[in-house]
Nanobody
Framework: QVQLVESGGGLVQPGGSLSVSCAASGSIFTLYNMGWYRQAPGKQRELVADITSGGRANYADSVKGRFTISRDNAKNTVNLQMNSLKPEDTALYYC??????????????WGQGTQVNVSS
């Protein structure tokens, strides 16, 4: 079993900054990609950013230049720093991680989500 627990999020004014973090725990042998997705009301879940174990990051066009994803492989954590936030960034943000369990079984796990609201 692999668990992902998100923290951070909350309410911020347009133009402000916020950071969300995710910690993976459980029977983890190795983590491959870790990433953040978001889902706004009435919309499909979409990729925000993900990052390989080697640190190569990939961003949605809508957040390029504003968001930065980073990870700490020793701590099995991934962080998303969000700057210049816009009302359209309001969504439930989910952490996702792919990897192998200690039994060498592949897994793809999701966190429960953390709410980010951008509003004046």
């Amino acid at each position: 079993q692999v668990q992902l627990v998100e923290s951070g999020g909350g309410l911020v004014q347009p133009g402000g900054s916020l950071s969300v973090s995710c910690a993976a725990s459980g029977s983890i042998f190795t983590l491959y990609n870790m990433g953040w997705y978001r889902q706004a009301p009435g919309k499909q879940r979409e990729l925000v950013a993900d990052i390989t174990s080697g640190g190569r990051a990939n961003y949605a066009d809508s957040v390029k230049g504003r968001f930065t994803i980073s990870r700490d492989n020793a701590k099995n954590t991934v962080n998303l720093q969000m700057n210049s936030l816009k009302p359209e960034d309001t969504a439930l943000y989910y952490c996702k991680a792919d990897g192998l369990t200690s039994l060498r079984s592949a897994f793809s796990s999701w966190g429960q989500g953390t709410q980010v609201n951008v509003s004046s």
